[in-house]
């Protein structure tokens, strides 16, 4: 996987789409059926993707994964609550002037208004939205748990792209209510202290951190590697 250029977002790939047979595609089914037993007997439909700093690849797994798990038969809603770096609407070659942010600052509006279907069945997309001067107050509000509390209503599952953990709070905002969360590890990027400090800020809300994602290479392929019951 290339390094991102972080002063300019871009689409990122969908393996699963563009290369359904490659090994890193087998990977994010792997990592499907991780999460789908982490919590055995316990619905799994709300899952926040981060990691700590940026360009560790947090939006590839999740619109990877969200991919995964619609090719799977479930009902997927992949949520791009990263309102700072957004990233989906370019990926799914979507419109942006529609998303999140008007969904949390316009009561007028419904979910329905706003959430896009995508060219892959059973995966919908609710981009970020114009940027808002105050993410954080808006992921905050009343209005974004009770966006999330009907979304589980209208999803099988709910994949939601938060920006990294470590310097604001948005991922802890989100995190707090959903049923899971991963953090994104790559190699060469991650700093030990840094992917700590992440760790301790989601345990602070009481996030279920349900596994990590390390992004790495092996024996010269670019890869992914899933590992859970992290403490």
């Given at each position: 996987m290339k390094k991102k250029n972080l002063s300019n977002p871009s689409a990122v790939p969908l393996f699963m789409i563009t290369q359904p047979n490659a090994s890193i595609s087998e990977e994010f089914r792997t990592l499907r059926t991780n999460i789908q037993f982490s919590k055995k007997g316990q619905d799994m439909k709300s899952i926040v993707v981060t990691s700590s700093i940026p360009g560790e690849g947090k939006s590839t797994v999740a619109a990877n994964l969200a991919v995964a798990f619609a090719q799977s038969g479930n009902n997927v809603l992949l949520v791009d609550a990263d309102m700072r770096r957004p990233t989906a609407h370019l990926t799914f070659e979507l419109p942006n002037n529609m998303g999140l942010t008007n969904l949390l600052s316009v009561k007028q509006l419904s979910i329905g208004d706003v959430v896009q279907h995508t060219n892959a069945p059973n995966l919908s997309i609710l981009t970020s939205g114009p940027k808002?001067?105050?993410?954080s107050e808006l992921l905050a509000g009343s209005r974004m748990t009770k966006v999330m509390n009907i979304l589980e209503q209208l999803y099988d599952i709910i994949i939601y792209d938060m920006p990294p953990v470590a310097k604001i709070t948005d991922a802890q905002l989100v995190a707090s209510h959903a049923d899971g969360v991963i953090l994104v590890i790559r190699e060469g990027v991650a700093d030990k202290r840094v992917l700590l400090h992440s760790k301790s800020l989601l345990n602070n809300?009481?996030?279920?951190?349900?596994?990590?994602?390390?992004v790495g290479k092996t024996q010269g392929v670019n890869s992914y590697y899933s590992y859970y019951g992290v403490d």
């Open positions: 808002s001067p105050h993410p809300v009481k996030a279920d951190i349900i596994g990590a994602v390390f």
